[in-house]
């Protein structure tokens, strides 16, 4: 489809194990974006990046996580050594990466962890 | 820190009535305003933007206000249909930033009653 495309929708996962979240942006989409969203609560930035600048990732919550982008598309957002506080659902972006453009999300990635 | 602020968890309305979905922000440097919706196990929707040099946008039942001044804009939705009930989240972009970071409000249930 032409939207974002996020994988898998739903993780299921012990404590302790690493997972990794997929996100395919919409094409010629240069800025993308993770976000994450707690039961009940707002979207908390995680990470930004925008074309072969280096990513912004003042927003991860700790060195557990980690994200990758291959040029401007695919991006793979890591969690190793899950706890259950990552409990989330993690909703990935894109946008033009110009002024006065929109985000555009996907349908995020429920991760639950036992 | 949370910049940006919507604090009315939640909303009902009667159909056919006018919504008012508020938010507040705190950081000056704010030049872009987004509106998204969200329905459950969906990721968010954009709805409709202002820029810092407009004071209303209009978009259909949507209009979105902006008063720099009071760091406040307010979405106006007339008139409320059921299929608006979701929640409505604000967000914002300092363009002047180097990064294109947007800010996320914590978002605002909407019911309306039919």
């Known amino acids: 489809g032409a939207g974002v495309s996020q994988s898998p929708s739903n993780k299921v996962t012990e404590k302790g194990k690493d997972v990794e979240l997929r996100c395919d942006p919409i094409s010629g989409h240069t800025a993308l974006y993770w976000y994450r969203q707690r039961l009940g609560q707002g979207l908390e930035f995680l990470i930004y990046?925008?074309?072969?600048?280096?990513?912004?990732k003042s927003g991860l919550p700790s060195d557990r996580f980690s994200a990758e982008r291959t040029g401007e598309s695919v991006s793979t957002l890591t969690i190793q050594r899950t706890q259950q506080e990552d409990s989330a659902v993690y909703l990935c972006?894109?946008?033009?990466?110009?002024?006065?453009?929109?985000?555009?999300f996907g349908d995020g990635t429920r991760l639950s962890i036992l | 820190d949370q910049q940006v602020k919507q604090n009315s968890p939640s909303l009902s309305v009667q159909e056919g009535r006018i919504s008012i979905l508020n938010c507040d922000y705190t950081?000056?440097?704010?030049?872009?305003f987004l509106w998204y919706k969200k329905y459950p196990a969906e990721g968010p929707t954009f709805l409709i933007s202002?820029?810092?040099?407009?004071d209303k946008n209009e978009d259909g039942r949507f209009t979105v206000f902006l008063n720099k001044s009071a760091k406040h804009l307010s979405l106006h939705i007339v008139p409320s249909q059921p299929g608006d009930s979701a929640v409505y989240f604000c967000a914002a972009q300092p363009l002047s930033n180097t990064g294109n970071q947007f800010y996320f409000g914590t978002g605002t249930s909407l019911t309306v009653i039919p």
């Open positions: 202002i820029s810092s040099i407009k």
């Open positions: 990046f925008q074309g072969n600048s280096a990513p912004d």
């Open positions: 950081n000056s440097m704010f030049d872009y």
């Open positions: 972006a894109s946008s033009w990466g110009q002024a006065l453009q929109p985000q555009h």
